[in-house]
């Protein structure tokens, strides 16, 4: 049953009820966002330190491939005992997998400890969800979306500048071994009211696991494993592992995801779908803005991590607009709206690419692209709460999240291959935005069928 009743007028995100909780919440996003921009802004140089640049799309994905799998046992972790054991286990994996590629001396053991961080970041990003939708009123949850957003701001301004300082000063190692500290605030902050939250489960609201998921989950993270190795070994060989890794992902994928959402069914389907396309391709991209302006314009790591500044700003634009009541009948047409900016900004990053086109036009195309995300984004995770029983609430936000992250392995191991496949030269960028830019364009029109039919 749901733990939250509508309130008052005076019951806000920051009101003696949900006080403690937001704050705990945002603490954690907090958390999540400056490792993402800081990370982000080190990656080249330690990619290019460790000999690891064929590999610098592993990187990314394999973050990726792991958390698939743990977002599916913290869909059913939390449907069984309530969001905070998984949500600090995540919080220690996440922590764990930065000291590990911190400390690694070559770029295999570095992304191992990336995969860690997945397993750590699966956990928590479910948990978060499934906690937004059992403590909060329905009329709020905007506005938690709108906040999660709003904690990217601040990261997405000072964590480029201060990684990219980092970085320059005492190396890129510094970045991942500084960042686990801040894992002691948001457990210091949250966790009186996360486990007041967790507790006030009760007993019949609790579901045996599901073993046939979680087998499902566990193939399909591995066979995106086999198909980023694929990607990244170019011998005739590595089509066995493609075979291999697409036999266990599409079967997988099918039994994970809502029935009809690789055809855009109405309601669910296409909400999980159209999460999919517009992270998969936003990320899809981003991950290789920084490196195309250090390899080809030169750009120092802080200037190139900044670039992508000015999306985070925007994104938190882009959510709080979405969160407003006024645009609640217009949802839909907001999503719409969204997706089209951000395949404009995906093809506009690849303009530092003419030699005639300024460098910042990347971060002019990017701060497009963000108020489209914020857009998007949290207006999906709104939509899923509508139509989430709060039995299904873990399941459902897990399918999610996992079309999210299955989306991102796929097409940043796709980019990575191109990548590989061209050698890094400047066309294997412009091989890399515009087909991103293409199937985010694609899904404005799965934006037409998020709404059920009536009856």
């Known amino acids: 049953m749901p733990l939250a009743t509508p309130g008052t007028d005076t019951d806000t995100l920051l009101g003696s009820r949900y006080r403690a909780l937001t704050l705990a919440m945002v603490s954690v996003i907090l958390l999540i966002a400056f490792e993402a921009t800081a990370v982000g802004t080190a990656m080249p140089i330690a990619a290019r330190e460790l000999d690891g640049l064929p590999l610098y799309a592993f990187a990314f994905s394999g973050y990726f491939t792991t958390s698939l799998f743990a977002m599916v046992v913290s869909g059913q972790w939390c449907d069984r005992t309530g969001p905070l054991a998984p949500l600090i286990t995540g919080i220690g994996a996440f922590a764990a997998g930065l000291v590990v590629s911190g400390t690694a001396q070559s770029m295999w053991p570095f992304v191992l400890g990336r995969a860690v961080q997945g397993v750590g970041g699966g956990l928590v990003i479910v948990a978060l969800y499934v906690l937004v939708g059992l403590a909060y009123p329905e009329r709020l949850r905007p506005s938690v979306m709108a906040a999660f957003a709003a904690s990217w701001v601040l990261p997405s301004i000072v964590g480029p500048l201060v990684a990219g300082t980092v970085t320059e000063q005492f190396g890129w190692r510094w970045v991942f071994l500084a960042i686990p500290v801040l894992v002691v605030l948001p457990l210091l902050i949250g966790l009186p009211a996360l486990r007041r939250t967790s507790l006030q489960r009760h007993a019949d609201d609790r579901t045996a696991p599901d073993r046939r998921r979680l087998g499902l989950a566990l193939a399909v993270s591995a066979g995106a494993g086999l198909l980023q190795y694929a990607g990244q070994d170019l011998r005739p060989l590595s089509l066995v592992f493609a075979a291999a890794g697409a036999a266990l992902v599409v079967p997988a994928a099918l039994g994970l995801l809502p029935r009809g959402t690789f055809r855009a069914a109405r309601g669910l389907p296409?909400?999980?779908?159209?999460?999919?396309?517009?992270?998969?391709?936003?990320?899809g991209a981003e991950s290789f803005v920084p490196l195309m302006l250090v390899t080809q314009r030169h750009m120092s790591p802080t200037l190139a991590g900044l670039s992508l500044a000015g999306g985070g700003v925007t994104w938190g634009v882009g959510s709080w607009i979405q969160?407003?009541?006024?645009?609640e009948p217009h949802r839909e047409r907001l999503v719409a709206l969204g997706t089209l900016l951000m395949a404009a900004a995906i093809a506009g990053a690849a303009l530092p690419l003419l030699d005639a086109a300024p460098s910042w036009s990347a971060a002019a195309a990017w701060a497009v692209g963000g108020l489209g995300a914020g857009l998007v984004i949290s207006s999906l995770s709104v939509i899923l709460f509508k139509l989430s029983p709060p039995s299904e609430a873990g399941a459902n936000s897990a399918a999610l999240q996992v079309s999210d992250a299955l989306s991102s392995v796929v097409?940043?191991?796709?980019?990575?291959?191109?990548?590989?496949?061209?050698?890094?030269?400047?066309?294997?960028?412009?091989?890399?935005?515009?087909?991103?830019?293409?199937?985010?364009?694609?899904?404005?029109?799965v934006a037409a069928r998020l709404r059920q039919k009536a009856g």
């Open 270 to 283: 296409s909400v999980v779908l159209l999460r999919g396309v517009a992270s998969g391709t936003f990320l």
């Open 323 to 327: 969160g407003r009541p006024r645009f």
């Open 411 to 445: 097409l940043v191991a796709s980019a990575g291959t191109v990548f590989a496949a061209l050698g890094g030269a400047k066309g294997a960028f412009t091989a890399i935005f515009i087909p991103l830019a293409a199937l985010s364009l694609a899904g404005v029109g």
